[in-house]
């Protein structure tokens, strides 16, 4: 086969020369050289194309072939009649869909719902290692991070040994024929594969997080991965994987187009008909619902009225009286409901992270332009220092530090902070605080780290 590599927007795409048809989708041109590679794809040309043109969606690697059987050649029919838009690819979370499939339970939990895009560390970091399961690139992961990709790397292999065609971070439409304010809904798989008869296929999306999430037989998420490789194939079964390395679990499911298709279809379609119809309505605030699993990430944290009344109860509790604004937005509390809101944020620990961040960059903010909130200050943090090579890291502890095989293993992960009190206790008496400084100049001198920006935060004054 002979292709041509284009890049749109973030995104490179291998693009069947004769037929226009996308083969695969990749994070970088390297990783899509090396697919190319892999499946003996001959690349003619590489350029740029704008990101407002209409692609077809992916087809299948094999298809030249001229003795495929006749369920292969409906199915090339049939995508041929279906476009992808590469706006609204979800390279980056801004690009989320209003409906993507991984928010379909909160807004069953609440149809106010409505995902951050706040950038959090565990969301960098999964975004991180969905790039590096996708390339199989580990440079400048952890250890214990190139252990999780190699994890979802091995599984997928296992799957996709008897599979035509396996297709990496591949956006699907769902419900397709909806009539929308938004638009068709879509989400973005990390691996879809159909095997070489062309009648099941394998549906993996990887969960690097340690909560463990919804059985695969009533995720909604995977009905909506479903529901889209059924649309845009004609295989008759496919298998759901939510791959969860860091709890070491796998959760699948068979799903088969005559027994499941008119159900999930009618599930998920119902949730959002609930969510349209909250809308148009005026997004009335009795059909809120506050409940911690939801809340906890909600962008509309900060002044829902849901979420104000249990917040609202709890404070005026601790507070001995105190009354706080109904909606709870901390922009519109006084200077002493700020304090007195730090003084009791932790009996909502549980709850809005988005809230709590709210109040406390208020609360800094007021502060900075010289107000004062009572009990409280204003502190920086320094921030926090990262290895980018663990290799060299360990060969110099074990060279230049003295460290033995039981100090390796006390240490199996890179943390300066356990590394350097080995360092001061080796050192002797008296002598362990320059040990370490010394250290932390040495692992600066050689390159081996990179320190956070700095950050600032609200300290309760005694």
């Given at each position: 086969m002979i292709a041509t590599l284009e890049q749109r927007g973030k995104r490179w795409w291998v693009i069947r020369t004769e037929s226009d048809h996308v083969c695969s989708t990749h994070s970088s041109?390297?990783?899509?050289?090396?697919?190319?590679?892999?499946?003996?794809?001959?690349?003619?040309?590489?350029?740029?194309?704008g990101a407002t043109k209409l692609i077809k969606p992916w087809d299948y690697v094999k298809a030249e072939k001229t003795d495929k059987p006749k369920q292969e050649t409906n199915m090339k029919e049939q995508t041929q009649n279906q476009t992808v838009s590469t706006t609204a690819t979800p390279a980056t979370p801004a690009a989320h869909h209003r409906f993507s499939p991984s928010k379909l339970k909160y807004l069953v939990a609440?149809?106010?719902?409505?995902?951050?895009?706040?950038?959090?560390?565990?969301?960098?970091?999964?975004?991180?290692?969905?790039?590096?399961?996708?390339?199989?690139?580990?440079?400048?992961?952890?250890?214990?991070?190139?252990?999780?990709?190699?994890?979802?790397?091995?599984?997928?292999?296992?799957?996709?040994?008897?599979c035509q065609s396996v297709h990496r971070e591949l956006p699907l439409k769902f419900l397709s024929n909806r009539q929308?304010?938004?638009?068709?809904?879509?989400?973005?798989?990390?691996?879809?594969?159909?095997?070489?008869?062309?009648?099941?296929?394998?549906?993996?999306?990887?969960?690097?997080?340690?909560?463990?999430?919804?059985?695969?037989?009533t995720n909604l998420q995977g009905w909506a991965y479903a529901l889209g490789v059924f649309d845009l194939t004609q295989c008759n079964s496919l298998t759901v994987h939510f791959l969860m390395?860091?709890?070491?679990?796998?959760?699948?499911?068979?799903?088969?187009?005559?027994?499941?298709?008119?159900?999930?279809?009618?599930?998920?379609?119902?949730?959002?008909?609930?969510?349209?119809?909250?809308?148009?309505?005026?997004k009335p605030a009795a059909s809120l619902r506050a409940d911690p699993a939801t809340c906890r990430w909600c962008a509309r944290a900060g002044d829902c009225p849901a979420l104000g009344q249990p917040i609202v109860a709890l404070m005026e509790r601790e507070s001995s009286g105190l009354v706080f604004p109904a909606e709870m937005n901390p922009c519109r509390m006084t200077l002493e409901q700020l304090g007195q809101a730090q003084q009791v944020k932790n009996i909502v620990r549980d709850w809005p992270v988005r809230w709590i961040k709210m109040l406390d960059t208020e609360t800094i903010r007021r502060m900075k332009a010289g107000e004062a909130v009572p009990n409280?200050?204003?502190?920086?943090k320094a921030g926090d220092r990262e290895c980018h090579d663990t290799l060299q890291l360990n060969v110099m502890l074990a060279t230049e530090y003295g460290f033995d095989a039981a100090d390796m293993?006390?240490?199996?992960?890179?943390?300066?902070?356990?590394?350097?009190?080995?360092?001061?206790?080796?050192?002797?008496?008296?002598?362990?605080?320059?040990?370490?400084?010394?250290?932390?100049?040495?692992?600066?001198?050689?390159?081996?780290?990179?320190?956070?920006?700095?950050?600032?935060?609200?300290?309760?004054?005694?």
């Open positions: 041109k390297a990783s899509a050289q090396e697919f190319c590679k892999r499946r003996g794809i001959v690349l003619v040309a590489t350029h740029e194309v609440c149809p106010g719902y409505e995902g951050s895009d706040e950038p959090s560390d565990a969301a960098i970091e999964g975004t991180m290692l969905h790039a590096a399961a996708e390339t199989g690139e580990t440079d400048g992961l952890t250890d214990e991070q190139a252990r999780l990709v190699k994890m979802c790397r091995d599984y997928g292999r296992m799957i996709e040994g008897d929308s304010p938004y638009g068709v809904p879509f989400g973005t798989a990390d691996v879809v594969a159909v095997n070489a008869s062309c009648d099941h296929a394998h549906v993996v999306d990887y969960k690097f997080g340690r909560v463990g999430v919804e059985p695969a037989e390395p860091r709890r070491d679990e796998v959760s699948s499911a068979v799903f088969e187009r005559d027994a499941d298709y008119k159900r999930m279809e009618l599930t998920v379609a119902t949730v959002l008909d609930v969510v349209e119809a909250w809308e148009a309505a005026g409280c200050a204003v502190k920086r293993k006390s240490v199996m992960k890179p943390l300066l902070g356990e590394i350097e009190k080995i360092i001061a206790k080796k050192a002797g008496r008296g002598k362990g605080t320059k040990a370490v400084e010394q250290f932390a100049d040495r692992l600066e001198d050689a390159g081996l780290v990179t320190r956070k920006p700095d950050t600032e935060y609200v300290a309760l004054l005694d």
